[in-house]
């Protein structure tokens, strides 16, 4: 979703440039924020028949846990191995996690 990406994004930038917060702080809390806010607006405007579904509320929180690992890991590896800027990280950690979702939310439609 597009206004996940912008909340994840933007929230990173404005935290670690205005609000001094490390970039991997800055990075957990703008992700976490935009998967609440993607849940939400997925649950109330496209997958309203799955409000009471606690298998896949839990399959979505399992999920969304690895992606914020995944995020992680992928910003700390390209800011402190690869040295790329962090705002250029977040774009790659975007790319792989995205993918993630994808399989594994594709993988829990399924069951």
Request: aromatic content about 18%.
């Amino acid at each position: 979703m597009k206004l996940s990406f912008v909340i994840d994004y933007m929230g990173l930038y404005v935290l670690t440039e205005y609000v001094n917060i490390n970039y991997l702080i800055s990075s957990f809390i703008s992700f976490t924020i935009a998967v609440i806010v993607n849940y939400i607006l997925s649950v109330k405007f496209i997958f309203e028949e799955a409000k009471n579904g606690y298998k896949q509320l839990i399959l979505f929180i399992i999920s969304s846990i690895v992606a914020l690992f995944l995020n992680q890991i992928c910003m700390w590896f390209f800011v402190e191995i690869i040295t790329l800027h962090y705002m250029i990280s977040k774009i790659l950690a975007t790319i792989i996690v995205t993918i993630w979702n994808y399989i594994t939310k594709k993988k829990s439609v399924e069951l």
